[in-house]
């Protein structure tokens, strides 16, 4: 898949931010008065979408009550949980072949940019993105299609969830599933252009 901008999800595709995030959600539920689950893996659903949709969806909130819960998960996340992720193996190495094969690498994430920005500096990736594009904390652009579209016109979008496929799809632009992610079900790829289920596979669409 020749096209020379490849726009990459943060969560679940570059990097594994399953305790963080859950974790913090655990937090805001606790702290907002519901009750979290034992298994913190019951909250893997909030990877990836916003996280006041989510709130909203899993558990029938107003968006008044969502936005107190944001709140509370980043009264956890943002001190501590941001940094309880990991990046995926043979990342690095990706992002490495595609600056030397002259693609500008863009970052599109439905998380605030600030934190997508204090993320990719802390794992040493921030060198390799020509521009890091994420919604806002005052929620003007938290939908994955509104964050694409803040982006470029031309360009592929690689993720782990149907929100990262479709919001490309509605930009006109081709998509790329990776299945090592968080998708929840096989269906969340029926409108990518590909689907690669390690890096190494997504490694060889790109290039």
Same mark, same amino acid.
């Given at each position: 898949m020749d096209k020379e901008f490849i726009?990459?999800? /943060?969560?679940?595709?570059?990097?594994?931010?399953?305790?963080?995030?859950t974790s913090a959600v655990a937090y805001a539920l606790e702290h907002c008065g519901y009750t979290a689950p034992e298994n913190l893996d019951e909250l893997c659903p909030f990877i990836g979408p916003p996280l006041h949709e989510s709130f909203m969806k899993y558990y029938g909130v107003d968006e008044d009550e969502a936005d107190k819960l944001v709140d509370s998960y980043r009264k956890y996340y943002r001190p501590k949980g941001i940094f309880?992720?990991?990046?995926?193996?043979?990342?690095?190495?990706?992002?490495?072949s595609l600056k030397e094969n002259?693609?500008?690498?863009?970052l599109a994430t439905s998380k605030p940019e600030d934190m997508a920005e204090d993320i990719l500096d802390h794992?040493? /990736?921030?060198?390799?993105?020509?521009?890091?594009?994420?919604a806002t904390?005052?929620?003007?652009?938290?939908?994955?299609s509104l964050v694409i579209a803040y982006e470029r016109d031309k360009a592929v979008m690689v993720g782990d969830r149907e929100y990262d496929i479709l919001g490309a799809k509605e930009n006109g632009l081709s998509a790329i599933g990776v299945g090592y992610g968080y998708r929840q079900n096989p269906h969340?790829?029926?409108?990518?252009?590909?689907?690669?289920?390690?890096?190494?596979? !997504?490694?060889?669409?790109? !290039?």
């Open positions: 726009l990459f999800d /943060l969560d679940g595709t570059l990097t594994d931010p399953k305790i963080g995030i309880e992720c990991t990046v995926y193996d043979d990342i690095p190495d990706l992002l490495t002259g693609k500008k690498v863009l794992f040493g /990736l921030i060198g390799y993105f020509d521009g890091v594009y994420g904390h005052d929620r003007s652009r938290t939908d994955k969340e790829f029926e409108k990518a252009d590909a689907v690669a289920n390690t890096v190494a596979e !997504l490694k060889a669409i790109l !290039l």
